[in-house]
């Protein structure tokens, strides 16, 4: 009995402590589940606060911001108020297109592409043989010329003492032949006063003719005489005369001059210093007379700027200006406003616009304003015509 009721006791102390080892299973088991149900009410709480909103720190970060810009903006003002500039802008300068004024063939050229030559410096020669004869046939012209004008002068020395003898001579003819009038006449009155008886009839025919031959050489007599009157016309004759060969010595030294100019024509030089471009001509070539040969681009330089009409109120000649080429970054140049062109840049177009139509758009104009260089220009960087520039103009 004592055998069986002792494995009985073993075994409810096994149970007991099986039983304790369930209820700390329990234990642990509930304090888990409240560790877990801890953590869910911890989460929950944080979702509760991220719906609250964003808070006050972005809206001091945007003010911060604004503020900034406001400054920077309000400084920005500050320092450009008084300055204006446009990207509108370009070098200008004189391009002098160089034509020849004869024709003829190149036999000389002494000019490259881009090549810098001064004023009077020879360009090119053409053939002078045909302009050389047309000066030597002037020349031949204007030697007839002022022969026959020295032989007018001498005619009119002549007529000055010819004409007034004539005119002497003349009236003296008148008195001979009005005096052999009279001796005609008194013959034939002789003859007609006597007897019949005392003349012959052959006297009388004879008194007859030469009173007539005495009165026909009066009147020529005295034609000849109104001929030899016109003394002061037949000396203006003469001097016109002289004039009409003095003129003739004019235009022969006129197309004289003119064949020189046209052989001196032959040698094209520069009329400015200045840089070649735009070369079309080759040694050999014929030149037509007004063609363009090629361009002398003048070294004094300008900037043309196109700034806005709303732009112009306080611009003023003689404003600073600072310049900024295109071409050359770094290159800083100086200058200052020399006028203002007294029209928008649309007025002087090839096509000005018609703005006299019911569909009218306002648009703001661009006026030219002419700006000199102060600043040397540097020689390894030279500034040809049409690159861009940026001008800033300070205004007073």
Not at 12 to 41: A, I, L, P, V, Y
Not at 166 to 177: F, G
Not at 341 to 349: I, T, Y
Request: proline share 4%; aromatic share 6%; net charge negative.
């Amino acid at each position: 009995m004592s055998d069986q009721t002792a494995p009985s006791h073993g075994d409810e102390d096994k149970q007991g402590e099986s039983g304790k080892s369930e209820r700390k299973d329990g234990d642990t088991s509930d304090h888990s589940d409240g560790d877990k149900n801890g953590s869910g009410n911890g989460s929950g709480n944080n979702g509760s606060e991220k719906r609250k909103g964003p808070g006050k720190k972005p809206l001091i970060i945007l003010a911060v911001v604004a503020v900034i810009l406001l400054i920077g903006g309000f400084i920005w003002w500050f320092a450009t108020r008084n300055q204006a500039t446009t990207d509108d802008a370009y070098t200008d300068g004189n391009a002098i297109t160089i034509a020849p004024q004869v024709s003829g063939y190149v036999v000389d050229l002494a000019i490259n592409d881009n090549v810098y030559v001064h004023k009077g410096d020879l360009l090119l020669v053409i053939d002078k043989r045909d302009y050389q004869a047309q000066v030597d046939a002037a020349q031949a012209q204007l030697g007839l010329a002022e022969s026959q004008l020295n032989a007018a002068l001498v005619q009119l020395d002549i007529a000055r003492v010819q004409y007034p003898a004539q005119y002497l001579q003349a009236k003296a003819q008148t008195s001979s032949a009005e005096a052999n009038l009279k001796q005609a006449q008194a013959a034939w009155e002789r003859q007609h006063s006597v007897d019949q008886r005392a003349t012959s009839q052959q006297n009388i025919d004879t008194a007859d003719a030469q009173q007539q031959t005495a009165r026909a050489n009066v009147q020529q007599a005295h034609a000849q005489e109104q001929t030899a009157s016109l003394v002061p016309q037949q000396i203006r004759q003469t001097v016109a005369t002289v004039e009409e060969r003095r003129q003739q010595v004019q235009q022969a030294e006129a197309q004289l001059e003119q064949a020189r100019l046209n052989l001196s024509y032959c040698e094209v030089r520069a009329p400015s210093d200045g840089w070649i471009t735009r070369r079309n001509v080759n040694y050999g070539s014929f030149l037509q007379a007004g063609v363009s040969l090629f361009s002398i681009v003048a070294p004094n330089v300008w900037v043309t700027a196109n700034f806005k009409e709303t732009q112009l109120e306080r611009m003023r000649p003689g404003d600073k200006v600072d310049l900024e080429v295109d071409a050359y970054s770094k290159l800083e140049l100086h200058g200052h406003i020399d006028s203002v062109q007294l029209g928008s840049g649309s007025r002087f177009s090839a096509f000005p616009a018609e703005n006299a139509t019911g569909n009218f758009v306002k648009i703001v104009q661009r006026v030219p304003v002419k700006i000199v260089i102060d600043s040397a220009l540097p020689r390894d960087q030279p500034l040809g015509l049409g690159l861009s520039v940026t001008p800033k103009v300070y205004l007073k």
